[in-house]
């Protein structure tokens, strides 16, 4: 079965940390995605990538960056946190550019800012 | 921009019985996907059921069916014989053809014994 990790599960930060969200997958998916989950909101797609070094938004890209390096990791990087970033965060990947992939989800990250 | 509706934000369901979940969508698409995803308590997301807009069969899988309504732009979630292991957060999803996928705010279901 393909697995999506994410490093951390639960962390905890100040306002205007630098704060970094790592995946990776072990299946050689060509597309990852970094969505966030809040109640009442469902998943809002932040950033998504198709090959390396290849970045598109989603819809809620502001105070976030990414970076994909590697065909395997996708990192999310919040350069300076803030309170509203407060949020469960779902990496997530799938198989080929097109057609009904089914996006395969890691455990989340829980991200608190204080 | 798609954008996807879940009007039941919470539902309660005895067990062994039958519940129905709603979802709609709006696109200007013609060819899509549609998904429900299951989110149970702290644990990972997994597909329930997938929809290929240009079939007209409704998927089925065991306990679980849709209703696709493609005119109505209507997806709407079945769970038959309903158990204890199917509480979870429920998310419909819609993806087009370039690969982004976007999801409902999410129907919590419970299962009651």
């Known amino acids: 079965d393909v697995k999506v990790t994410q490093s951390s599960r639960y962390l905890v930060k100040r306002t205007g940390e630098k704060v970094f969200l790592e995946c990776v997958q072990d299946?050689?998916?060509?597309?990852m995605f970094w969505y966030r989950q809040d109640p009442g909101l469902g998943l809002r797609l932040i950033y998504f990538s198709y090959d390396v070094k290849m970045k598109e938004k989603g819809d809620i890209p502001e105070g976030y960056s990414v970076s994909r390096e590697k065909k395997e990791r996708f990192s999310l990087i919040l350069e300076s946190a803030s309170t509203n970033q407060t949020s469960m965060y779902l990496c997530?990947?799938?198989?080929?550019?097109?057609?009904?992939?089914?996006?395969?989800f890691g455990a989340g990250s829980r991200l608190t800012v204080l | 921009a798609q954008t996807v509706t879940q009007s039941q934000p919470e539902m309660s369901v005895q067990e062994a019985e039958t519940v129905t979940l709603s979802c709609t969508y709006d696109t200007s698409e013609n060819n899509y996907y549609l998904f429900w995803y299951k989110q149970p308590p702290s644990r990972q997301m997994i597909l329930v059921i997938r929809q290929e807009a240009y079939k007209q069969q409704n998927a089925t899988e065991n306990r679980f069916s849709v209703n696709f309504q493609k005119a109505a732009k209507s997806f709407s979630l079945k769970i038959s014989d309903s158990q204890l292991g199917d509480t979870a957060m429920y998310f419909c999803?819609?993806?087009?053809?370039?690969?982004?996928?976007?999801f409902g705010a999410g129907t919590r279901l419970t299962v009651k014994p």
């Open positions: 299946m050689d998916h060509e597309n």
């Open positions: 997530a990947s799938s198989l080929f550019r097109f057609g009904a992939n089914v996006l395969t």
């Open positions: 999803a819609f993806m087009k053809l370039g690969n982004d996928m976007r």
